[in-house]
């Protein structure tokens, strides 16, 4: 059974960080891109930045690019998201999801597996 579980939400000041993780099991994380997404209240659900399979390439939605970083331990079949400098408007609820032949993009009806959401805080 194909499964993804994100942690590390939590509350955080403005201008803090979190570390998001996002763990698979049932499949090995390297053959899928793996994104990020998020999901604010009375929000569609945005994508923000992923990274690709085989090569691990990445790619950033200009409104994370220098402030995110996305990250995979195959050895430990995790995606890893650092995120900095956090805005307020960056509240909602963040989930990983993983698809197969996408390249660079974050579009979530491309995306086939997802985990239930981690919600992230940020205020002061």
């Known amino acids: 059974q194909l499964q993804l579980v994100e942690s590390g939400g939590g509350l955080v000041q403005p201008g803090g960080s979190l570390r998001l993780s996002c763990a698979a099991s049932?499949?090995?994380?390297?053959?899928?891109?793996i994104g990020w997404f998020r999901q604010a209240p009375g929000k569609e659900r945005e994508g923000i930045v992923c990274?690709?399979?085989?090569?691990?390439?990445?790619y950033y939605d200009y409104s994370v690019k220098g402030r995110f970083t996305i990250s995979r331990d195959n050895a430990k079949n995790t995606v890893y998201l650092q995120m900095n400098s956090l805005k307020p408007a960056e509240t909602a609820v963040y989930y990983c999801a993983a698809g197969v032949g996408i390249r660079s993009k974050v579009v979530p009806a491309q995306y086939d597996y997802w985990g239930q959401g981690t919600q992230v805080t940020v205020s002061s």
């Open positions: 990274i690709n399979s085989g090569d691990g390439t990445t």
């Open positions: 049932g499949f090995s994380l390297d053959y899928y891109t």
